[in-house]
């Protein structure tokens, strides 16, 4: 079972590799991530149009409707301590402890993350799952 951080998600949806997404899980704060970084796309990068943001929100709502929503409520002593411990973001850390806690291979194409992840679960790159 895979769990997917928001790059991963969002790079599967701009592939059109949707199919993947099935049976998967991801944190509550990917919505966030995910939704941030296509305001990003348009407003600061300028790559892509006002119609498409629109779009992959109502696509991405859709995905995040048939993906097992996971939170680090209860457990955000244990995700400070990873974080901590390898000097990242409680969001990466976030994604770590759940891999972990649930013996899911955390699928990320965040490079940092992916160092630091393999450490403690499988990882996997979005590549890796599609081909």
Request: aromatic share 10%; glycine share 4%; no cysteine.
């Amino acid at each position: 079972m895979y769990l997917y951080d928001a790059s991963a998600i969002l790079n599967l949806v701009k592939k059109g590799e949707l199919r993947v997404l099935l049976g998967g899980h991801t944190l509550d704060l990917a919505i966030y991530e995910i939704v941030n970084a296509v305001w990003k796309e348009y407003h600061l990068l300028k790559k892509i149009r006002i119609e498409t943001i629109y779009k992959l929100i109502e696509l991405l709502s859709k995905i995040f409707n048939i993906l097992d929503l996971q939170t680090i409520r209860g457990f955000e002593k244990e995700v400070m301590d990873i974080a901590v411990k390898e000097g990242i973001t409680i969001y990466d850390a976030s994604y770590i402890y759940i891999a972990m806690k649930n013996n899911l291979t955390l699928v990320t194409d965040d490079r940092k993350l992916a160092n630091i992840a393999k450490k403690y679960i499988n990882i996997a790159t979005t590549s890796d799952i599609t081909t």
